[in-house]
């Protein structure tokens, strides 16, 4: 008896449909692929107990004549491409006829199809791969695929699927990757009947982005454009988030290299370095960055699921994204600086200014990074590479990061404004103002429901026009959450009778006539936004107001206390309006200046 034996033939579909689809997510993916490689311009996705119970993609591309309704199904049909020489050339996203064949093995498919040019469209149904039906249909152009009972044929598969939460949350990325992707095709999610996104076509990425989220994240984007390497081989453009976006996990960083996304370690990593000096660890930013590179230069269709890639020369690549965002974020905080100096806070300028002196330098200020003041950051120098080996090896330069405390010195108070540090990095400004604003605000957001508050012995009156004094009466509840205390107390004037401990000295009056204008200005807020806007502007007030301004002189006691709670605060890098906390002005920069080194 031998022993090799042939695999019967459903077997071996089911087998292989493992290697292409073994979550609903993978589906989606292909499917949608399918219809963007049909040219469709709109795309509904319908899914069902997420995708589980049904996948439904209906596009409006190129449809199928009646004869490839059929022939789809069959392994390796593939109307895109002929020769194993063209497979390189494919701009398309499929090319090996395997995923319909695949997807049809391990569940219920119901297709109906029309191309522009035929009287009627097809409808062919198949069971666990095997065409049950195949019939004319009435159809309008294009292609309606829909996916029931993954995997009810292959219980192991099925069991390995993960909770809906999961699988749906793996189908909403792939959508979003898609939608980001192809900002001109307009695309519709629904989960169980319930419309997720409606994504009308835009020629703006960050527009797209704000349809797929709201647009706090949008507006936290800075668009990157076409950005290029020395000798012009590699290409970025996409967007990235700002330093004041960050959240706890990657799910919002996207990578295309030639307009395919790709999960790889290698290019987020490479993003979330450049980040190093402004989120903090844990952090992650949003980002959308579409690589270009000459295709013979990279592999993307390595992996059965074609979300894996693999360069040439995958330094080049790494370090044009980390450098990109690097100098794409200290841009964008020196443009913010020099707009809050003029518009914002004409008071200040003397105050976020170098002194010319320094600005004469014409050194490029690094953004402060106190994690690296408090906390060493010691990297292990990697091994250089030989350039010419370097197309050999992967990237592993990630560096292991051994933390131990950096002492710094405080040399003194500059200009009655900044606090000036010695630390082995280089010359460290720290804002007094920005640092203690953003100390104090977050004490207020950690303390929200715990404000003490501390009777006034002289309640101070402030007088308004008539229909303010009746605004705050109105909403003396957001006061009094803060610990602000304020009645009515004459037809124009309201009396404040009890205060939080640290604004007990300063004064009311701008205080309540800005939160007037901001719940007038706001006022067409649905209510919970309304709230929340009033309350963190509240809260960032009630900062500036109680922080040390600048001009105030600190005592060695006051200065060495604010930097020991500013190493513990979060979001420390900026004040709560945004204006960075601290510089760096390095060594290195300041014997570059002096021509000590080159
Ligand atoms: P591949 O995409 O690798 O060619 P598939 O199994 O995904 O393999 O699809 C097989 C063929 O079916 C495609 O080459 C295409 O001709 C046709 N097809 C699949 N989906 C669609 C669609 N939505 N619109 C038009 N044609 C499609
Ligand atoms: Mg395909």
Not at 336 to 346: C, E
Not at 460 to 484: D, N, P, W, Y
Request: hydrophobic content about 40%; glycine content about 4%; charged content about 25%.
């Amino acid at each position: 008896m031998p022993k090799i034996k042939k695999l019967p033939l459903h077997e071996a579909q089911k087998i292989a449909a493992g290697e292409v689809v073994d979550r609903p997510a993978n589906v989606v993916k292909e499917l949608v692929e399918n219809s963007l490689d049909a040219g469709a311009t709109h795309i509904g996705i319908y899914i069902e107990q997420a995708g589980k119970k049904l996948i439904r993609i209906v596009d409006n591309g190129l449809g199928m004549s009646a004869e490839d309704a059929q022939l789809c199904f069959e392994q390796h049909a593939t109307s895109k491409i002929a020769s194993v020489e063209e497979i390189h050339k494919i701009a398309t996203f499929g090319f090996r006829g395997e995923a319909l064949p695949s997807i049809a093995a391990v569940s219920s498919v119901t297709l109906i199809t029309k191309e522009a040019d035929d009287e009627h469209g097809s409808k062919v149904i198949l069971e666990h791969g095997n065409i049950i039906s195949s019939e004319v249909a009435a159809s309008t152009t294009g292609t309606d695929i829909a996916v029931q009972n993954l995997f009810s044929n292959v219980p192991a598969r099925k069991k390995f699927m993960k909770s809906d939460e999961t699988e749906w949350r793996a189908i909403a990325n792939v959508v979003q990757a898609f939608c980001l992707d192809y900002i001109n095709v307009h695309v519709k999610l629904f989960h169980d009947g319930k419309q997720i996104y409606n994504c009308h076509p835009t020629t703006s990425l960050v527009e797209r982005i704000a349809q797929l989220s709201d647009s706090s994240l949008a507006q936290a984007m800075i668009p990157l454009e076409n950005i290029t390497n020395k000798d012009q081989s590699i290409s970025i453009e996409g967007a990235i988030s700002n330093h004041h976006y960050s959240r706890y996990d990657r799910n919002n960083i996207f990578i295309f290299v030639n307009k395919r996304w790709v999960k790889n370690h290698q290019l987020s990593s490479a993003l979330i370095k450049g980040y190093s000096n402004v989120l903090q660890a844990g952090k992650y930013p949003a980002a959308c960055l579409f690589i270009t590179v000459d295709p013979a230069q990279v592999d993307i269709n390595i992996h059965p699921r074609k979300e894996e890639v693999q360069f040439l020369h995958p330094i080049k690549v790494t370090t044009l994204i980390q450098e990109t965002v690097k100098k794409t974020l200290e841009e964008n905080l020196s443009r913010q600086l020099k707009k809050t100096v003029t518009l914002a806070a004409p008071k200040l300028e003397a105050a976020f200014h170098p002194a010319p002196s320094l600005q004469n330098l014409d050194v490029r200020f690094t953004p402060f990074d106190f994690e690296a003041f408090h906390v060493r950051q010691t990297t292990v120098q990697t091994a250089k590479i030989p350039a010419k080996v370097d197309q050999e090896i992967e990237d592993h330069s990630t560096p292991i990061v051994v933390s131990e405390v950096e002492p710094y010195r405080i040399i003194g108070q500059y200009h009655k404004t900044y606090i000036l540090l010695e630390q082995e990095e280089g010359l460290f400004l720290v804002d007094q103002h920005a640092a203690h604003e953003r100390i104090l605000y977050e004490q207020f957001s950690q303390r929200f429901d715990e404000v003490t508050a501390v009777k006034l012995l002289f309640p101070h009156i402030i007088t308004l026009q008539s229909g303010e004094a009746e605004l705050i009466e109105r909403h003396a509840e957001i006061f009094k959450i803060h610990g602000i205390d304020i009645e009515r107390f004459s037809d124009n004037q309201i009396i404040i009778q009890a205060t939080p401990v640290h604004l007990k000295n300063s004064s009311f009056d701008d205080l309540i006539r800005q939160v007037v204008s901001w719940i007038q200005e706001y006022a067409s807020l649905d209510k919970q936004l309304f709230f929340t806007t009033i309350h963190e502007k509240l809260r960032a007030q009630m900062a500036c107001k109680a922080a040390v301004k600048a001009g105030d002189e600190l005592s060695q006691e006051k200065m060495e206390q604010l930097l020991r709670d500013l190493t513990k605060t979060a979001n420390r890098f900026t004040c709560p309006h945004g204006r960075p906390t601290g510089w760096l002005l390095s060594l290195h920069e300041i014997e570059k200046k002096f021509k000590r080194k080159l």
